[in-house]
């Protein structure tokens, strides 16, 4: 399958995808992702790397099980982990990066857990499940198709106020929601609010609350 849009194409014809031109020799952006086809828990197929930020790494994958194109967070903590020479494993630095790693790990899975319970809402990413491998944990999330509030604001300006605040209900109603279940967003901003392919917004990236608990000391 193409690293990209996930699907199926014969690698012996051509190296580009026939269906979203993306060139699977394409180098990695960064030698700690993940190498494409990597296999998590026997289940998922890691695609190319699609946003990495200070603690997490989003992949496109594929669900062997449902057969279908999902999106996969692995937390990976920048300033206290690194990943073993030739293996996928997560290793937490010496010191008190250790501790900072090992709060941070128990944190993200216990709101990957939470997350999990909330997803009927329509506001904000699905997380279908969550994982413990490779010494790290992995969020399975929906994919989602669309551009971003921010990308939209640059292209089209400022949004007249009525519109804004019809468009934005939906995440606010979600926000309440999750909120209601102690989990705190930390970073809503247009990057990460999704417009998708049907109109609908959606609030990303949890992982940010992550900072609160790496950057405290034991």
């Not at 060139?23 to 030698?31: D, G, I, L, S, V």
């Not at 790494?57 to 030739?86: N, S």
Request: include cysteine; aromatic fraction near 8%.
């Amino acid at each position: 399958r193409c690293y990209n849009c996930m699907e199926e194409m014969d690698l012996s014809i051509s190296p580009l995808c026939p269906h979203c031109g993306y060139n699977q020799e394409e180098p990695k952006e960064q030698p700690y992702y993940l190498d494409p086809e990597t296999v998590i828990d026997d289940k998922y197929v890691i695609g190319r790397a699609i946003a990495c930020g200070g603690y997490g790494i989003v992949y496109v994958a594929w669900d062997k099980h449902l057969m279908k194109k999902i999106a996969i967070k692995e937390y990976f903590p920048q300033d206290c982990a690194t990943r073993l020479d030739g293996t996928c494993e997560v290793c937490a630095l010496d010191g008190e990066k250790s501790y900072q790693f090992e709060e941070g790990l128990r944190f993200t899975a216990d709101e990957a857990c939470k997350l999990a319970k909330l997803s009927h809402l329509e506001g904000v990413v699905h997380v279908k499940d969550s994982l413990i491998y490779n010494c790290t944990v992995y969020l399975i999330m929906e994919f989602i198709d669309g551009i971003t509030l921010k990308e939209i604001i640059m292209k089209d300006g400022c949004i007249p106020y009525e519109k804004a605040a019809r468009t934005v209900m939906p995440v606010l109603k979600s926000l309440d929601e999750v909120h209601k279940n102690g989990i705190i967003h930390r970073d809503i901003a247009p990057d990460n609010i999704i417009r998708t392919d049907d109109g609908k917004l959606k609030l990303i990236d949890f992982g940010a609350a992550v900072r609160s608990v790496s950057s405290e000391k034991p």
